[in-house]
Every structure is written in structure tokens, then in C-alpha cells.
């Protein structure tokens, strides 16, 4: 469906109320009613057998009674009475239904069968279906309400939500701010038709939104998400808040909607990567979304502080820093200009502290103000205090100029394009005691919070978008990439009925592929060991099984290092197979692979890549070797990857110090471990099969790479089609 028309469903001139009722707690009611009070233009038909009229409003008996194609339906009744309802809707050319039931694909097989019914009839009649298991939709901007919340206020900040909940937190709050307004919310429900991705493309055509929030627990369809926000967010900012970040919440959110929530870690990394602003915490969502709605991104992390108290700077300072912004140098020019408006006593490196200057006179706030952002080496203010309540705090006479300031900063941010944010002690004052310079601010389009954390948050937020447009590579064309030599291994290990690919034929694989890996070969005896051992330049070797049957070879002891002569090499080898057979019954071993050690010292990495259930493949990268499980530093991307997102994976992990060099240490090739990324990127595209590939470890040099383990796991043969199928899609 074009964003056209489901803007018809989302803006809809027509709607009938099927389950239309005169009983005040039935939402066929409340629905009717809400329509009427906030003055709805549309054609409203309730549907009611028993009923002649609700609410004044002649009830028609059944959806075939409508004069006409209606562009929505409400649909009030019990699951079971569904699919039979969207029949009537598609009958009469009704175009979209919003289902409130729950108990379909959530419920188990019962309501699997009658979700599948529901879908078999909206696809035949052209209808479709926006939840179910859905709390409903309002559009402020057409005065269409059809969940029953209580003095919305039009805005431009669009919501999406898989809580009914959760949407009201957040309509809650908006009207707490007294500000914030939203255009058009859509419960989604269990997805079972349109899906989050269609939603996002009529938000994107929306004249009236602007900002987008997304509050998501599990994806149908994540790899189709991740497209359509790489391309919108490129155009209005998304905020997304993912649930899911313990197996607890996962369950949870499964039997909520019937989608896999997948790994949070997962989700964080491919949703970054596609351009969305993560909040982390629910109380961040709205002040995030409002910022992205008022306010330009920041052009850099560059920010300056100005704070009327040297407690606020330091706070503010250490804030900033944390969320990884930077306190931006001022140049001399700044600060002598500074110093022209400031008492001695004022700090004006940055943070700025202006130390009692502003008492007498606010307006000394905005001349602050202007001069900061006026320095090309700022892009961001924060002002952090008791600013907008000097008239409270002081003098009734100090209101007046407060105004003037307030009026004066935000066009200053408007003027040259750079935010300000406000954090006010004031602010956390009940709306209706909150000093008037502080309304105004907001009026002026300058965000206020009583929280400074959530002020800085903030403006890391608007860093973060400012980033997107900048990050943001052309993906990789999808080159008709292939190996030969890979090729011949599937059919081989298809033929052979195995997933495991072994390490001997997955080394040879990335090595037709391009990928430079150190000589290998494998003996099948003690025999031709030694003879491997020779040919490879009698250097000291490792020696590892290669078995169908043994994944993990050092536990199974199935791994020897530094082995250095020739009587070493003979005896290693009857070790690692006699240790194989003790570990597994009757083991499939196909030799013993035998290469040369690498050089001493480099940092272990890992780069794999698995299958997700919600987004396709991903890659991973992080700190390797054995340890990798329990160290747990790894980050995401969704295949494939740009050299950009190669890079922001290795800035990412925690402890990426060590990929910089530490006590002196020269830091690794970051140009190769990027390269490396990306041929292991192309070669997954090329080749679908691959369920799961892990190197690991990879010693990271200086100057050079060396990968001493190749793992590949090939999906089961309904998977690999069903993974080039959506490839193709895609």
C-alpha cells in the first residue's frame, strides 16, 4: 500500500462504528462520542441491528446498509465475529479496519487460525487491517479519535506503539509539558497486517509530522524496517524506544505480540545503524522527540555551558562529557568578549560561570549567549540554573528583562541555526506556578527541563541525528560476487546432508574469495603430519581437529599450539585424535589441520556474522578469543555494512583503548580489520547459505592481520531459500 493510501486510513473522511452501543463503559460508545465532542467533519455510521440511533446519529443495522465505500472501520466486536466482519467490509469497498480484539496470533494456535482467517478475508477484499490486538488510532489534525484520550493537542510528533500503555504514558506527559503536541498515533498491535515499516512510509509523506516515535517490542519484518528507516530518517528523526533488554522482557513481549523481540544488543547496533535516536530510558522519550521537533542537530558534539553557578557547570560539565559531547574551546575573541560583559569573578573558559553577573540583570544571559554561539567552534548551548526564574528568586522588577532575554536567546538559535537547551531549576515547579519566562521559552521553541540529566540527554540526542545525515555511506551495489571454491563445499556438504562447513574448506573458501590467510593443510595421519610439517618450513605450528561432529575444538582437546619438531608433530597428532574420539562417539574426523603460529603480541578480535530472526544477517565484532562469551564486548550491524559502519563498529566496543595501543603500544590497522569486515560482509551476500561465521580469534597488528580460526554453520536448506527469497525482496 502506498503512503497515499494509508494516509486515506490514517485521515480518513468516513468511518463506521461496527459494535456501535449506548452503554457509556462500551468502547462502541466512547468512540461515537469522542468523534462528536471534538468536532469530527467526517460521515460517521454506527452499525447496530438493535439500535435505531446513538447519540443522535442514525444507526444502520450492517455494513452492507452503508450508502457508500467508507475509508475506515472501527471494529468493536469479539475475535471470533472478526473475519466475518472485514468479509462485510470488503463487500462494501470499505478500505481499512481498525481490529481492538485481541486473541489471535498472540493467543497460540486457536488464535493463529482465526488471525489467518481474518487475513484471508481482508486480502480478498482489498482491506486492510490495522492491529489487531491494538488500542486504535487518532489523528489530532482531522480531530479523528478513535481511542478515547482525553484533550489532545495537535503537534507534529507521530507515535507508533505496541502498548496501549505506553501510548498513554506518553500523551500523559505531553500534556504535563503543555506544550508538546502530536499529530497521528497508531496502536500496532501484533502487526499482523500492516506493518511498522508501512507506517513509518506515511509518516514520512505526513505534512503534519515532523518527529517520529516508535515504541517497539518485537518486528515481523525487521529487515524491511531497517529500509525504510535508513530512508527516512534521512528526512525526519525517529525516536525508538525497544523493549526487550532481558530475557524476561523478551518473553514478555512475545505473548504481547506475538513477535520476536530478538537480542537487545542486536537491535541497538541495526538500529543505529539505520539512522534511528535511541532512548534508553521511557521518561527520555517525549524531552528526546521534543528537542528533534524544535530544534536544529547539532553540527558537531562541540557544546558550551552557561551556568550561573559554579556547582551547575560542574555537574553540567561531567554530564556533558559522560554522553560523549565535548566542551568546545573558545577562542580568544569569545573570551574577551565574555570578559567585557562578565564580573572578574566570572569563569569564562567553558563551562562558563557567571558568577552572580546575571543577578541584576537577565539580559546579560542573552548577550552570553550570543557571543558563544557566534564562536565557530560551538554548536550547541546548554544553559544551566536558575534562568528563568530570576524574578521569583530575586526581584518582581527582573521579570520584564527575563522576557526580553528569553525572546532574544531564541531568535539568537534561530538566527544561526544552533541549539540551546535549558536546564531551570524552576521548571520543576506544577505548570500552573511555573514562572512566565520559562512559558515563553518553550512558546520560543527552546526545550526546558528540571532535570539536568534530561537536558544533556538531550543534546546528545541532537548530536545523534546530526550524525545520521553525516554518517550515512551508499551502500555497497550487490555485486555478482562468488567463489568457486565455496560453491563446490555446498554442494558437497548438501550432498552429504551436513551444516558444518570444515575449517580446511572454509579457510580455502575466503581464500578464493580474497582474503589472506596463512597456509594450511590438512593430514589425514601421523604420516603425512610430518610431511605438512616440512613443507610448511619446519617453523612451530598448530594443530587442530577437523571434525563435522566437533565444533568447539579446544574443549574437546582437540587443539595443540607451538608444536615445533617433527617426533612433536607425530605425537600432537595421535593426541588430538585420541582426545576427539574421548570427547565424541565415534567422531567423523577428517584430519588434523596443520598451519604455522602466528606472530607473538596483537589484540584478539572476533568478526562474525549470524542470522537473525527479526533482521536477517548481522554482523558482530568485538573483543575475541575464548573469553568472547564471557567479556560479552561486541557490537551489531545488519548486512551489508559500508566502510563507515565498519569503523563505528570498532569505536563502539568498550574497550576499543586497546585497538588504539595501550602503554605506549602502536594502535592496530584499523584500515584492515575495516577490510576484512567488509570482504566477510560481500562474501555472506554472496552466498545466503551461511547460517553462522565466526573468526575467532583474529590477532590485530599494527601493520597486518592474522585470522587463526574459521567457523562456518550453513541454515537448513528451507531457511537458505527463504533467506534468498527475502534477499530478493529486499
Not at 465505500?69 to 479496519?97: F, Q, W, Y
Not at 481498525?98 to 487460525?113: I, M, N
Not at 518527529?211 to 525504510?228: M, P, S, T, W
Not at 584499523?670 to 567488509?678: F, H, K, Y
Amino acid at each position: 500500500m502506498s503512503s497515499d493510501e494509508l494516509g486515506d486510513i490514517l485521515s480518513p473522511n468516513s468511518i463506521a462504528i461496527v459494535g456501535a452501543s449506548k452503554n457509556p463503559a462500551k468502547r462502541g460508545y466512547r468512540s461515537l462520542r469522542k468523534l462528536l465532542d471534538d468536532g469530527y467533519a467526517g460521515a460517521i455510521y454506527p452499525i447496530n441491528p438493535k439500535e435505531s440511533e446513538i447519540c443522535g446519529i442514525r444507526c444502520l443495522p450492517d455494513l452492507g446498509s452503508l450508502p457508500g465505500p467508507v475509508d475506515l472501520a472501527l471494529v468493536c466486536t469479539p475475535a471470533s465475529a472478526i473475519a466475518s466482519v472485514i468479509t462485510e467490509c470488503a463487500a462494501k469497498g470499505v478500505r481499512g479496519a481498525v481490529v481492538l480484539a485481541g486473541g489471535f496470533g498472540e493467543a497460540g494456535d486457536d488464535g493463529k487460525r482465526l488471525q489467518d482467517a481474518m487475513l484471508a478475508a481482508a486480502r480478498t477484499g482489498g482491506v486492510r487491517i490495522i492491529g489487531p490486538n491494538t488500542s486504535g488510532m487518532f489523528n489530532t489534525h482531522k480531530a479523528c479519535n478513535l481511542v478515547g484520550f482525553s484533550d489532545l493537542r495537535k503537534g507534529s510528533i507521530g507515535l507508533l506503539s505496541q502498548s496501549g500503555n505506553m501510548a498513554l504514558s506518553l500523551v500523559t506527559e505531553a500534556q504535563a509539558n503543555g506544550h508538546v503536541g502530536l499529530s497521528t498515533y497508531v496502536g500496532v498491535g501484533n502487526e499482523a497486517d500492516i506493518r511498522f515499516d508501512e507506517y513509518l512510509d506515511y509518516f514520512a509523506a505526513d505534512p503534519n509530522t515532523n518527529v517520529v516515535i516508535a515504541y517497539i517490542e518485537g518486528l515481523k519484518d525487521g529487515r524491511r524496517f531497517l529500509n525504510a528507516l535508513r530512508r527516512i530518517s534521512l528526512e525526519k528523526p525517529i525516536v525508538i524506544y525497544k523493549s526487550g533488554r532481558t530475557s524476561a522482557g523478551r518473553i514478555s513481549a512475545k505473548s504481547h505480540t506475538g513477535a520476536l523481540a530478538g537480542e537487545y544488543a542486536v537491535s541497538e547496533g541495526v538500529l543505529r545503524q539505520a539512522g534511528a535516536v535511541l532512548a534508553c530510558r521511557s521518561d527520555e522519550i517525549l524531552p528526546i522527540a521534543e528537542a528533534l521537533s524544535l530544534l536544529a542537530p547539532l553540527r558537531s558534539r562541540r557544546v558550551a555551558i552557561l551556568a550561573d553557578g559554579g556547582g551547575h557547570a560542574t555537574i553540567a560539565a561531567d554530564a556533558l562529557c559522560e554522553r560523549g559531547l565535548v566542551l568546545a574551546p573558545l577562542s580568544e575573541e569569545t573570551r574577551r568578549r565574555l570578559a567585557a560583559v562578565l564580573p572578574r569573578a566570572a569563569s569564562i573558559g567553558n563551562p562558563i560561570d557567571v558568577a552572580g553577573g546575571t543577578d541584576a540583570d537577565p539580559l546579560v544571559f542573552a548577550a552570553c549567549a550570543e557571543i558563544l554561539l557566534q564562536d565557530s567552534m560551538v554548536d550547541g548551548l546548554l544553559i544551566s540554573g536558575l534562568y528563568g526564574g530570576y524574578a521569583v528568586r530575586f526581584s518582581r522588577d527582573l521579570l520584564a528583562p527575563e522576557l526580553n532575554a528569553t525572546d532574544m536567546i531564541g531568535a539568537i538559535s534561530r538566527r544561526l541555526g544552533k541549539p540551546v537547551v535549558v536546564h531551570s531549576l524552576y521548571s520543576a515547579l506544577q505548570a500552573d506556578q511555573r514562572p512566565l519566562p520559562l512559558i515563553d521559552m518553550r512558546r520560543a521553541g527552546i526545550p526546558v527541563h528540571s532535570s539536568l540529566e534530561t537536558a544533556v540527554r538531550c543534546i546528545q540526542a541532537l548530536a545523534e541525528y546530526g550524525e545520521v545525515g553525516r554518517g550515512f555511506e551508499a551502500l555497497p551495489p550487490n555485486r555478482a560476487e562468488h567463489s568457486r571454491v565455496f560453491e563446490q563445499v555446498l554442494a558437497g556438504c548438501r550432498a552429504e546432508g551436513r551444516r558444518v562447513v570444515l575449517e580446511h574448506e572454509g579457510r580455502g573458501s575466503l581464500h578464493d574469495f580474497g582474503l589472506d590467510l596463512a597456509p594450511a593443510l590438512l593430514p589425514v595421519d601421523e604420516r603425512e603430519a610430518e610431511e605438512a610439517f616440512l613443507r610448511l618450513g619446519a617453523q612451530p605450528v598448530a594443530m587442530k581437529i577437523v571434525s563435522r561432529d566437533i565444533l568447539h575444538k579446544t574443549e574437546a582437546g582437540g587443539v595443540k599450539l607451538n608444536v615445533a619438531d617433527v617426533a612433536s608433530v607425530h605425537r600432537s597428532f595421535l593426541e588430538i585424535v585420541a582426545n576427539a574420539k574421548a570427547a565424541v562417539t565415534n567422531p567423523n574426523v577428517a584430519g588434523v589441520l596443520v598451519t604455522p603460529m602466528a606472530a607473538k603480541g596483537g589484540v584478539e578480535v572476533i568478526v562474525g556474522v549470524v542470522r537473525d530472526a527479526a533482521y536477517g544477517h548481522v554482523m558482530m565484532f568485538g573483543l575475541g578469543g575464548v573469553l568472547v562469551e564471557v567479556l560479552s564486548d561486541v557490537v551489531f550491524r545488519a548486512l551489508p555494512i559500508s566502510r563507515n559502519d565498519a569503523f563505528a563498529m570498532l569505536d563502539e566496543i568498550k574497550a576499543r583503548a586497546l585497538l588504539e595501543g595501550v602503554r605506549g603500544g602502536a594502535p592496530v590497522d584499523r584500515d584492515a580489520l575495516a577490510d576484512l569486515m567488509l570482504q566477510i560482509s560481500r562474501f555472506v551476500e554472496a552466498f545466503p547459505d551461511i547460517d553462522e561465521l565466526d573468526l575467532n580469534p583474529i590477532l590485530a597488528y599494527p601493520d597486518s592481520l592474522a585470522v587463526l580460526d574459521v567457523r562456518i554453520l550453513l541454515a537448513e536448506t528451507s531457511t537458505a531459500q527463504s533467506a534468498q527469497k527475502q534477499g530478493i525482496e529486499a
